[in-house]
């Protein structure tokens, strides 16, 4: 049975960086079938996806327009996690931040289980 | 981007009754290889979304079979036979046909009446 389990702060100052960590059990990083996803949602855009990480003979990242200047998802295969850096925040990408497993068909069967992040001063 | 509009916003349901929930995509969601990625998902409150439903009508593993999905193109329905308590909670529709950005439905929220 594959677990997501979140960790990272819930408070980060404007213009700095917000750093979250999606560790993995039940299944690997690096597999060939599956990519790992961070989604957000708050109650001004919903759910929201911002990209994900996959490999396939080799590395791979997708990342919204809305941020894609802004994030950075990397494996960590050592320890089996994947990790999400969204730089230069406002208060806008205040919201609660989701891992997510993407499984054959754009389907999302395994979830972290969230994490609030404010993003004031 | 692809824009999801669900309808209605809210539903309240006696308990047995059945509900209905449709999603309309702004573009076909039919892939390029014959597939149609459309997944609706429930989220009850304080807790991550939980998938239900995958490839329009494809029940995922665990769920009841008092869910269903149908439609093609860009209309989408979910429905509950006979919603029970448990079932309170907001449902989303999400499209991965159209990359690179993968977008979800406003939201449907369920009530018990």
């Known amino acids: 049975q594959v677990q997501l389990q979140q960790s990272g702060p819930g408070l980060v100052r404007p213009s700095q960086t917000l750093s979250l960590t999606c560790a993995i059990s039940g299944d690997t990083v690096s597999s060939n079938t599956v990519a790992w996803n961070w989604i957000r949602q708050s109650p001004s855009r919903g759910l929201e996806w911002l990209g994900r990480t996959y490999y396939r003979s080799k590395w791979y990242n997708d990342y919204a327009v809305s941020v894609k200047s802004r994030i950075t998802i990397n494996p960590d295969t050592s320890k089996n996690q994947f990790s999400l850096q969204l730089s230069s925040v406002t208060p806008e990408d205040t919201a609660v931040y989701y891992c997510?497993?993407?499984?054959?068909?754009?389907?999302?069967?395994?979830w972290g289980q969230g994490t609030l992040v404010i993003v004031s001063s | 981007d692809i824009v999801m509009t669900q309808t209605p916003v809210s539903s309240s349901v006696t308990v047995g009754q059945p509900a209905s929930i449709s999603c309309r995509s702004s573009q076909s969601l039919v892939h390029s290889d014959g597939h149609t990625y459309l997944s609706w998902l429930q989220q009850r409150p304080g807790q991550p979304p939980r998938l239900l439903i995958y490839?329009?009508?494809n029940r995922f593993s665990g769920v009841p079979d008092r869910f269903s999905g149908s439609g093609a193109g860009t209309d989408f329905t979910l429905k509950i036979s006979r919603v029970e308590a448990e079932d309170v909670g907001v449902y989303y529709c999400?499209?991965?046909?159209?990359?690179?950005?993968?977008?979800f439905g406003q939201g449907t929220k369920l009530e018990i009446k």
């Open positions: 490839k329009v009508s």
């Open positions: 999400m499209q991965a046909t159209h990359f690179p950005v993968y977008t």
């Open positions: 997510a497993r993407e499984g054959a068909y754009g389907d999302y069967p395994n």
